[in-house]
Each structure stands twice: as structure tokens, then as C-alpha cells.
């Protein structure tokens, strides 16, 4: 956006000027300011004394290219001087500017003594931070991961740890600043090695973080250097820093606003250098480049002599940069040329345009050929954006992730285009949060939400329901959810690229992991039934084919910590989809204790209807609604729980507790009480206790009842007992008491298992179980065996296989990953009494194979492919999906993927599913080439409605440079669909270009660009701006633009243009050829700073019908001052100079006002 702004503004030699590497010191001031040079053992040369005409006394030196052009002698002297020690020692001190990146990270290596580590601690940002520490988790206590260990370490230092001898550990490295706010890493396993090629304490600029808090904005300094000796020793900033292992190094810090000395010494047993750069951060840093385009005018109808008038303009403009009190602004505009009135409405419309630019989202075409690059610092789904903020407050426009806290049922999980608010405390809490935030957010979208929960398949590829899924408005979670109640257990937020990867054309989702179906251990063992779910749960924007979405939606949450652990919130929000109207409003209270010991209120109401979810079992092939509920309703829960060490017991143990209570009409994400259920009431209790060093206690209690009469209740208790470091037992009871249509009676189990550990990677183990009571229920007696292998060689297995009264269940999966990161896995799962998208099994369920893996074959292969089979009884499925992304060479790359669906329901339906991607990029100096094919297809019926749909997108870049004066330019867009389920209009476009640039720099009187245009578009362009859709055509057209500038006040232009083919008014109508020529020839005359006068004569031949139209179009610009230009003119002909716009209206007077910035 910034480069791409530039060029819009300026012309050629200006950008030249800007662009080429000029610097301009001062002493005393400016970034680049020099003020002493220490002197080491490197020598400085005899002839470093400026031979540039010097500038006595002004303070200012000028050079270019390195090179001195003028200036103070004193200044060019210094800056000579440091320059050449710094060369002479292969060092480079440069600084980046401001806004830099944080990065935080954490190192392990392995230390002298068994189990022990050494924990390094690496960021580029020390001047913000006060204090450091390694937390060390334990992931296996009881009630889940516990804090054992808090290990001070300096920040960029080191600290030694010797892990426990039994147990699963992981570390998390965090920082404070002043104020108590602290930034953290993702936990990282104990032992985890560094990534391939890297180094112990050497700085290879990885960010792990996973929380941030700690405001940073300052200037980047980055010191490197290349050729240190083995043995040397550098320090920079005070710091020692070791280089690789062929001399190497780089250190970046980021540094507040002031003056620096950054010194740089290294010393070695055949080198010695110190010397020092002095370095000025600047407190406020802006750039800003804008236009305004404002044109009036009166027009003349050619075909019916009609006469209306116009306003018309086009507004951008960009401005990024912080002010010495620390408020940082970024802003951009671009309203495109159209109706005043129109400037500031919501771009992203259906349009096959837009649908171009959610494939790629590098697509432009640079006609000018003038090596622009878009950096887009400004996220917007509109024409606007804004953002003003200091630390972690702010106020922006544009596209944002609705935040609504944390209460349970008041939830928004929407990426929306609006206005978003924040602000908080700069105090925290001891849990590291602010004492004190508010966040609002409004904003009218023109697309609807859309939510699915696919259970997990084993396997990692997911079908979406919709195609063409607006750009960066998914939000992905995984959830574990009570069978019986629907309760959510838990719920984990994916992060997009490292969890994840979407192609929002196809509507296929791939985790980087494969998601089990289910989880939880029963009082045996792991394959029987009542398994907790698990839930791959997406939301995501989506525009449908018909209809306008008039919608609005808006948010606030507010909370405080009004007394210590004792914190108060409020959360609202309300959508509007034009369809449906939802309003839901909570408060919540929160008592903490510490991080696991808690007791928190949660309460909220709902109005109206809320979001249908769309529920999945096999992946997303097939579908069913599970409807919202309507009306109005209020939820209540109490959730409390408590670490037995936090009250002041003895004893490691967790005790958790809720109470909930759901009204009939309630509507919120995951909950959704309709009047099938009514009135829900849920109470459940869990312990987890460790009597005494060799025995544990497990007991839970869960219950569910409905004001339509289900009931499910259900009671655990289970004993632990290791007999020694091998051998140890659990014995265990459950009771069930369930009131269901068509399960009705109750239950007790008992239950044995014996594990005996081989070592702290491999186990076995054997259970039994069996029904000792029952009333109305089946029996459930149950025996089995299972294994956990870890095998020291990458390759993990763990299965169970059991059998028993409610049918075989089975349970294997084994996963190898090594080094490098391939990865492979093969699994299996068998679930007794499974359901499938509320279907009734026919014949036997033979259960879901998985098997699939990643895998870098050479330094230029890598392929992915995933098979998940699933045999539902007389209903099979197979997901297939292959992808290999080929790199011969670092400047060419290909991917290619296939995905393929398939539903065979025996003697009754059948539904297949096909998806394939092709992207390929190449890049050298010379040739830039890019271009993408996304393909799906669905033919067959699902429960009885026929699928018949196609769709092809394609896009294609190529730039290829002649040389530094001349483009060669190609572009291709296309789209091909049919059907009524695919989510785009019906009909064919294509826009096929073809580009020459000749924009000489040295000489520039001359400059000429030609381009070829095929245009099909079987949709409809849309004819002045206007959301309707007018003629359809198919067109070549051809055309030259060229200038000349015969000396500084004249220059003279041309264009040549020919459109050849055929329209109708209508989609669908008959096809009229339509061929014509233009011809157009100008002057202008420009006096610097003050007139432009323009004249053109043009001429339209219509060679199909025979008619040839002529005119003359003058117009007159007077600048007033640097940022303003005014002018007017009069059209005399009727038609404007680009051929494929047909109609004929553009006769009359017009009035042009132009602002630049």
C-alpha cells in the first residue's frame, strides 16, 4: 500500500529521486548523526578526509550512494572514519527504524549432569523488561498442569534445571516490565532440542511468544558481522555473543527513544577491534502520502438526448507513525472512482472481482511497470481504515476479531469490518491481567455468520459447508463436549498457519495435527461407550448467491478487578443479519484464588434466534442443521474449583464443581435450549486426590435433566494403587441412571485394570469389567488390553482392543515424527454404539481407518496425503487428500493437492466430491510468475436432494523485465460455475491481459504503454458503479498509449485503440457484433506550479454498424500552491476513451478539483 501510493503520486523521476540511497546527516540530530569514532587496532587509511566541496559551519553533510556530494567537512570526516573501521572488520551497524517486531524465545541444551538442562533466555527487546523467569509445568499432575518451579534468569542469560525423575514437564519462559505486565512463550516440552541448524546461545531470531502484554515501540538497531576468527570473542551492548560456525553473527535490540552508543568489540587471538556507532532514536517517526479527486459535471445521454448530472471522485491516502507522546496512528483510504455518495460504502460485494482477490491476495495488475510492491499495513474489507494507540489501548476502523471476555455463554467469535475500542489499566493483577478493561465494537456487515461443529475424524482434512468463505474471517476451535448434556468441557482457540491452513476457495480445512473423535478414559479402559466428544467447531463470514444482507452488529464487555482475586464483568452484544435478530447480555463474577483455585458466576439472557449450527461426523461430505433457538431465555452457572496445596493441605489434589441452570429459548454459540428439551439442569462434581504417595482417589459425579423429561446421571469413584515403580492397579465402580426416549433404567459397574510399566515410555495393560446391577439398561461387561510404546525412534504407539456386551471397540495409533518434522501416522477406531449425523446403523459398524503423513523427501520435495475411511455399516466414506509442493531451484516452486469426498449409502444414494489445487510461482531479477487453478466438483444426492455443481477459478502474474526501461506484463482471471450449490454466480468471466511499458529513467521524454485485453464476461459488468448487473460481452481489445515531451512545457500524446466482438444487454439475450476503433491525439501544455491546458481530438469508428463519431475534449488546470489543482473542461463527444464500457453518455461540461498530499 505505502510503495504502491508513491508511485500514484509521483512520476517516474521523482520516485527515482526518492528511492535512490541518499542520506543527509546532521550533527547533533537525526537518526543517522555520527559523533565520535573510537579508534581500535584496525588502522585507519590516510585518505578518509572528504574530497567533496565542503559547506563550512552548516551542521549537514550530503552523500549519495555512499558517496560525499557536499557538506560539513566535520561530518564527513567522522562518518568516514567509523564507516571504514566498520568495513575493515566485516561489521555492519544499521538501524531498522521504528516499529520493529518483539520476539521472544527459549532455548534448551542439554547439561553436564543427567536430566539436567540449560534454559536460555532470548529476545531482542531487554530495554522493556525488568525481570525474567522459567516456569516449570508439570502436564501430568492431578487436574491438570501445575506450576512446580519459577527459576529467575536474566534476560538473554541462562539458568540450569534438573527435571524430576518421573513425569511430563514443560517450561515457559516469561518476562515482566515495570509495571508487572509480562509477555510469555508456548510451553515448550522439557528436552525439547533446538530446530535443525541451529545453535545453542546463538540468535536466530525465532518468535515463540503465545501471550504479549508488554508495550514496545522504539527504534531496531541490528549489529552483524561476517569473518570472526574461531576463538574470538564479541560483545555488543555488553553482551557476549558467539558467532556460528563460519564466523558469523547478528544481534538486534530494540531500543526507547533517545541517544546510543552502540559499541562493538571483538578480540581474538589474531583480532582486536572496539569501536562505537552513535545512534539517535527518534521520538516521533511519520510518513503520509494522500489525493483527493472530486470531478462535477452535466452529461449528455447519446441515445436518447437525456441530460442529468453528476458528481463523481475518488479519495486515498495513507499515513502511519507515532507521535513523541507514543500514540500511534495508522490510517488508510481508497474509496475507488465512483458517485460521491457512494465513497465510504462497503466494498466487498459478490462480485467476480472480489472473488479474484480472495484467491490471490497479491492480484494486481501494474500497468505503469514501475516495480511497485504492496505492503498492506492497513487490514480492511472496506475502503477505510484507522487505527489510533498507545500501549494496548486503541480505536481503529476496519476489519477486527470481535473480543467479548470471558464469560461462558456471552460469546462473538466474528471477524467483522467496523469501528472496535479498547482500553485498559496499566496496572495488573497478580495473574498478569489489567485491572481494569473495556472493549466496544460496531459494525454493519453485508455477509452472515455461519457455524459448523464437525466431530473429529482421526484425520486432519475438513470439508467447510460453504465455497468462497471471506478472506481472514475464520475463527477455528477445538472442543471436548459432554455426550449426553452438550456441555463444553473445553475449548482451545487455532492459531491460522501454525494449527491450521484454509483455502478459503475450496472451503477445506487442514490441521496441522489429526483430531481424534473422542477422549476421556472410562473406569476401564478407553474404547467403551459414553466417550466425551471432540469437536473441530468453525465460524467464518460467508456472502450467499441471492439476497442483500442488511445486518449490524455490536459488542461491549467491561470488567474490573474491584478487590484483590475479586474481579466484576459485564459483556452485551447484538446481531442483526436482516433475517434474524439476536440480542444477548451477561455478567459474571470471578474469585481467584490463584491460577487453579476459583469460584466464578456466569449469567446471561438471550432475545430472539441465534445461529444454526451445522453438525458433521464424517468430515464435513455431509451435513445437518441443528437449529437455533428462539424466543427469549436466561442461563446460569456456578463453577468452582480448588487446589488442595492453595488451601493449605498437604495433599497434591484438585477438587471442581458446577451448577448450571438453562431456560427453553436461550441461544448462545454452544448452547441452544429449544422447546424439545425445554428447561436443562445440570450439577456435576470431580476430585482428584492423591491420599497418600503410592495411592490416588478419582471420583466424579455429572447430571442432566430436562423439563421434557431426559435425565442422565452419572457417578464415578476409582482407586489408584502403585505397588512399586512398575506395577500398580486401579479398582473402580460406576453407576448410571438414564430416562431417555428409547433408554430408559440404570446401571452400576465394576471395573479392575492392571499396568505394568516397562519404563517411562512403554506400558501394558489389561481390565475387566461387568455389570453387577442393572434395571432397564443393557449389561456392559467389558474386558480388554492396551499398550502405550514409545520406541527412541520417532515412532510412538498406543492401542487398546477390547470386547464385550455392547459389541468390540478398538482403539490404535501410532504417529512417527522425526528431526526434520515428517511426520507419519496410521490409525484405527471402533466405537461401540456409535451414531453418524442422527442416522440408524444398518449391518455392522466396522469403524474409521486414518492414515496419512507429511514428509520432505529432498531439499526440493515435500508431500502430504491423508486417507480416512469410514465404514458406518451399509454407509461408507472416504476422504482422500495428496499434496506435493516441488522447489528444484530457490526461484521456482510448485503445489499441487487433491481432495476427494465420497458417500456410498448401499442401494440408495450415492455423493462424490472432488477438489484440486494447483499453484506455481518463479521469481528471478529479471521474470516474476505466479498463477493458481482451484477446481470442486459434487455430483450425486445427499438425504435426498440432488448436487450437481462445477467450479473453476483461475489466476495468473507474469512480469518479465527487459531491462531497468522496459515491462513486459501478463494477467489472466477467470471463472467458470454452474449449479445451484456452489456459492458463486452462474456464468463464465475471463480477463486476460497483456502489457507493454516503456518508462526509460535517464532519458524520459518518451514513454509508451501497450496492452491486449480479452474480456469475457458471461455474468454482467456493472454499469456505472450501480449494484445492478447490465450487458454481457466478449471482447478483444487492443490499445497503445504513448507521449513525447518536446521540451519542458509541451508534450504530445496518442492512443490507439480496437475492440472486436460481441454483446447483449442482458444475460442470456442475443449477441450483436460490435466492433470499433478509437483514436485519440493530444497536447498539454504544462508550466511547473502553475497551468496545465489540455486538448484532445478523438474519434469512435463503429465498424459493425457503420458509424464513425468524432469530438474534442479541452480542459484547463490551474495549481494553486504545492497540494491543490483546480480545473474544468468541456467532453464533446459522447463516449469516453475506454472501449469496453458501452454506453454512451459522457457529452458535457465537467469541473475537476484535485488535493494531493
Not at 502436564?139 to 519459577?150: E, Q, V
Not at 489389561?766 to 499398550?787: A, K, S
Not at 482471471?973 to 518508462?999: K, M, P, W
Amino acid at each position: 500500500m505505502r510503495y504502491a501510493m508513491i508511485t500514484a503520486l509521483f512520476p517516474r523521476r521523482s520516485l527515482m529521486v526518492l528511492l535512490t540511497a541518499t542520506a543527509i546527516s546532521a550533527v547533533g540530530q537525526g537518526v543517522w548523526a555520527q559523533q565520535s569514532c573510537a579508534v581500535g587496532t584496525v588502522p585507519v587509511p590516510d585518505n578518509c578526509a572528504p574530497k567533496a566541496p565542503a559547506l563550512p559551519g552548516t551542521g549537514f553533510s550530503i552523500t549519495l550512494n555512499g558517496a560525499p556530494v557536499a557538506g560539513d567537512a566535520r561530518v564527513v570526516e567522522v562518518a568516514r572514519k567509523v564507516d571504514i573501521v566498520l568495513a575493515k572488520a566485516d561489521i555492519r551497524v544499521t538501524f531498522d527504524g521504528l516499529g520493529a517486531q518483539p520476539r521472544l524465545d527459549l532455548e534448551q541444551v542439554p547439561g553436564s549432569a543427567p536430566d539436567s538442562y540449560l534454559l536460555g533466555s532470548a529476545l531482542n527487546y531487554p530495554a522493556y523488561v525488568t525481570r525474567a523467569e522459567m516456569r516449570i509445568v508439570q502436564l501430568d499432575a492431578l487436574g491438570g498442569p501445575r506450576l512446580i518451579d519459577s527459576l529467575p534468569v536474566t534476560p538473554n542469560g541462562q539458568v540450569s534445571y534438573t527435571a524430576p525423575d518421573a513425569g511430563e514437564y514443560a517450561v515457559v519462559h516469561r518476562v515482566y516490565d515495570a509495571q508487572g505486565r509480562f509477555d510469555e512463550t508456548q510451553p515448550q516440552p522439557l528436552g525439547t532440542d533446538l530446530p535443525a541448524g541451529s545453535a545453542a546461545d546463538i540468535e536466530e531470531g525465532r518468535d515463540t511468544i503465545a501471550r504479549r502484554a508488554i508495550p514496545v515501540f522504539g527504534g531496531a538497531v541490528t549489529v552483524s558481522g561476517a569473518n570472526v576468527m574461531p576463538g574470538s570473542r564479541v560483545q555488543v551492548l555488553g553482551q557476549t555473543v558467539r558467532p556460528d560456525a563460519s564466523g558469523r553473527f547478528v544481534v538486534q535490540r530494540i531500543l526507547p527513544q533517545g541517544g546510543y552508543d552502540i559499541d562493538v568489540t571483538v578480540t581474538g587471538p589474531v583480532q582486536a577491534t572496539e569501536l562505537v556507532r552513535d545512534i539517535d532514536i527518534p521520538a516521533a517517526d511519520w510518513f503520509a502520502v494522500g489525493t483527493a479527486d472530486v470531478t462535477l459535471g452535466l452529461r449528455t445521454d447519446g441515445r436518447d438526448g437525456s441530460s442529468d448530472s453528476y458528481a463523481v471522485g475518488r479519495l486515498a491516502g495513507f499515513i502511519n507513525g507515532r507521535t513523541a507522546s507514543g500514540y500511534e496512528i495508522t490510517a488508510s483510504v481508497d474509496t475507488g472512482e465512483g458517485p460521491l455518495e457512494d465513497l465510504l460504502r462497503d466494498l466487498d460485494e459478490k462480485d467476480p472481482r472480489q472473488l479474484l482477490l480472495r484467491i490471490d491476495p497479491d492480484d494486481y495488475y501494474p500497468t505503469f511497470g514501475d516495480d511497485a510492491e504492496i505492503l498492506d499495513l492497513t487490514p480492511t474489507s472496506g475502503k477505510i481504515y484507522a487505527r489510533i494507540a498507545r500501549e494496548n489501548n486503541f480505536a481503529q476502523f476496519g476489519d477486527f476479531v470481535s473480543e467479548m471476555g470471558d464469560n461462558a455463554f456471552v460469546r462473538n467469535d466474528r471477524t467483522l469490518y467496523g469501528a472496535q475500542a479498547h482500553v485498559e489499566t496499566r496496572v495488573q493483577t497478580a495473574f498478569g491481567t489489567p485491572v481494569g478493561r473495556a472493549t466496544v465494537h460496531a459494525a454493519q456487515p453485508d455477509s452472515i455468520p455461519v457455524r459448523e461443529a464437525l466431530n473429529g475424524t482421526g484425520g486432519s482434512v475438513y470439508f467447510l459447508a460453504n465455497q468462497d468463505v471471506l478472506r481472514g474471517t475464520e475463527q477455528l476451535f477445538v472442543q471436548v463436549r459432554d455426550p449426553q448434556s452438550d456441555r463444553v468441557i473445553e475449548s482451545r482457540a487455532l492459531t491460522p498457519g501454525v494449527d491450521y491452513d484454509i483455502n478459503y476457495i475450496q472451503g477445506l480445512v487442514t490441521l496441522s495435527e489429526p483430531l481424534l473423535s473422542s477422549t476421556g478414559d472410562g473406569i476401564g479402559g478407553t474404547t467403551g461407550p459414553r466417550r466425551n466428544r471432540v469437536l473441530l467447531v468453525a465460524q467464518y463470514e460467508y456472502v450467499p448467491v441471492l439476497g442483500d444482507i442488511d445486518g449490524f452488529a455490536s459488542g461491549v464487555r467491561v470488567e474490573r478487578w474491584v478487590a484483590p482475586g475479586l474481579r466484576v464483568g459485564l459483556s452485551g452484544t447484538r446481531d442483526d443479519t436482516g433475517i434474524r435478530d439476536h440480542t444477548l447480555v451477561g455478567g459474571d463474577l470471578l474469585f481467584a484464588l490463584t491460577e487453579r483455585s476459583y469460584l466464578r458466576l456466569d449469567a446471561a439472557r438471550s432475545e430472539g434466534q441465534g445461529i444454526d449450527t451445522l453438525l458433521s461426523f464424517d468430515g464435513g461430505l455431509s451435513t445437518n442443521t441443528q437449529d437455533a433457538a428462539s424466543g427469549q431465555g436466561t442461563s446460569v452457572r456456578v463453577e468452582g474449583s480448588a487446589d488442595l496445596t492453595d488451601l493449605g493441605l498437604s495433599r497434591e489434589g484438585k477438587i471442581n464443581a458446577y451448577v448450571e441452570q438453562r431456560e427453553e429459548g436461550f441461544s448462545s454459540l454452544d448452547t441452544q435450549v429449544t422447546a424439545l428439551n425445554g428447561d436443562e439442569d445440570l450439577f456435576g462434581l470431580s476430585a482428584d486426590v492423591q491420599l497418600t504417595d503410592a495411592t490416588a482417589l478419582r471420583l466424579s459425579y455429572d447430571s442432566y435433566k430436562s423439563a421434557a423429561g431426559d435425565s442422565d446421571k452419572e457417578g464415578v469413584a476409582a482407586v489408584t494403587t502403585a505397588l512399586n515403580d512398575r506395577l500398580s492397579y486401579t479398582l473402580g465402580a460406576e453407576r448410571i441412571d438414564r430416562d431417555a426416549l428409547g433408554e430408559q433404567g440404570s446401571r452400576i459397574d465394576v471395573a479392575a485394570r492392571l499396568t505394568y510399566a516397562f519404563d517411562n515410555a512403554r506400558s501394558a495393560y489389561v481390565f475387566g469389567q461387568t455389570t453387577v446391577d442393572r434395571d432397564g439398561l443393557e449389561d456392559n461387561d467389558r474386558v480388554g488390553l492396551g499398550v502405550e510404546l514409545g520406541t527412541g525412534t520417532g515412532w510412538g504407539f498406543e492401542g487398546e482392543l477390547s470386547d464385550g456386551s455392547l459389541g468390540a471397540g478398538a482403539r490404535a495409533y501410532a504417529v512417527y515424527t522425526d528431526a526434520a518434522g515428517d511426520t507419519q501416522y496410521i490409525g484405527y477406531t471402533l466405537e461401540p454404539g456409535r451414531e453418524l449425523n442422527g442416522l440408524d446403523l444398518t449391518g455392522d459398524d466396522k469403524g474409521r481407518f486414518v492414515v496419512g503423513g507429511r514428509r520432505t523427501l529432498s531439499q526440493t520435495v515435500s508431500v502430504f496425503g491423508e486417507n480416512t475411511y469410514d465404514m458406518f455399516g451399509e454407509r461408507t466414506s472416504l476422504i482422500s487428500a495428496y499434496g506435493v509442493t516441488y522447489a528444484p531451484i530457490e526461484k521456482f516452486s510448485t503445489t499441487l493437492a487433491f481432495e476427494t469426498g465420497e458417500i456410498d449409502v448401499e442401494g440408495l444414494e450415492t455423493l462424490d466430491r472432488y477438489a484440486v489445487s494447483l499453484g506455481v510461482s518463479y521469481a528471478t531479477d529479471a521474470v516474476s510468475a505466479k498463477g493458481r487453478l482451484e477446481y470442486r466438483s459434487e455430483e450425486g444426492s445427499e438425504a435426498g436432494s440432488l448436487r450437481d455443481t462445477d467450479t473453476v477459478v483461475a489466476t495468473a502474474d507474469l512480469a518479465y523485465k527487459i531491462d531497468e526501461t522496459q515491462r513486459v506484463l501478463f494477467s489472466a482471471d477467470t471463472v467458470q460455475s454452474s449449479g445451484s450449490e456452489t456459492g458463486f454466480r452462474n456464468g463464465d468471466y475471463a480477463d486476460v491481459s497483456i502489457g507493454y511499458a516503456l518508462r526509460p529513467i535517464e532519458d524520459d521524454r518518451f514513454n509508451m504503454l501497450a496492452r491486449y485485453r480479452y474480456l469475457d464476461d458471461q455474468i454482467g459488468q456493472r454499469v456505472d458503479g450501480l449494484d445492478m448487473l447490465g450487458p454481457v460481452q466478449r471482447s478483444h481489445v487492443g490499445s497503445v498509449d504513448a507521449s513525447y515531451d518536446v521540451n519542458q512545457y509541451w508534450t504530445l500524446s496518442g492512443k490507439l485503440g480496437y475492440r472486436g466482438g460481441e454483446f447483449a444487454p442482458v444475460q442470456g439475450g442475443t449477441f450483436t457484433r460490435n466492433d470499433a476503433m478509437l483514436t485519440v491525439i493530444g497536447a498539454r501544455y504544462h508550466l511547473v506550479d502553475d497551468w496545465d491546458l489540455l486538448a484532445e481530438a478523438r474519434r469512435l469508428d463503429l465498424i459493425t454498424a457503420d458509424v464513425t463519431r468524432g469530438g474534442v475534449l479541452i480542459a484547463a488546470f490551474k495549481q494553486l500552491g504545492k497540494n491543490l489543482q483546480v480545473g474544468g473542461g468541456y467532453n464533446f463527444s459522447r463516449f469516453s476513451d475506454d472501449l469496453t464500457d458501452l454506453t454512451y453518455d459522457d457529452r458535457g461540461v465537467f469541473v475537476n478539483i484535485v488535493g494531493k498530499y
